[in-house]
């Protein structure tokens, strides 16, 4: 998990971070949130580094909103027949990166920590 956690952190920090501290030209708001979330998750990941299950949620995050777009814009985009280069190099990414969450995440701790207790109330913990 530690290695995943430094794998994101290194390939979203230096371009993310390097935008919004030495900005080139004047970012729009969703183009400025992107890269301002990007910069906040890279963090978060450098965090699960030390805290790996503390932090596990942020794999979890980056599994979900993987297979989202593929589901929300890939598909569409091949059903459409409209996939141009960029959108099949993400597509590639976003693969990998589920094939690398399904195996790392530990998924007995997940059940464990979250699903089993999840409509268990908190007086009775």
Not at 4 to 9: K, R
Not at 114 to 125: C, D, I, L, M, T
Request: with cysteine.
């Amino acid at each position: 998990m530690r290695g995943l956690f430094f794998l994101n952190f290194i390939s979203l920090a230096f371009d993310n971070w390097s935008t919004i501290l030495f900005p080139g030209e004047h970012m729009g708001v969703l183009t400025g949130v992107a890269v301002s979330f990007w910069a906040g998750f890279s963090l978060l990941n450098l965090i699960g580094v030390r805290f790996p299950l503390k932090l596990l949620p942020i794999l979890m995050l980056q599994l979900l909103y993987k297979s989202a777009w593929i589901i929300g814009t890939y598909w569409p985009a091949r059903s459409a027949g409209i996939i141009d280069a960029a959108i099949q190099e993400f597509f590639w990414i976003c693969l990998a990166g589920i094939a690398l969450n399904l195996v790392i995440i530990p998924w007995g701790y997940v059940y464990q920590e979250y699903v089993k207790n999840f409509f268990r109330s908190s007086a009775a913990s």
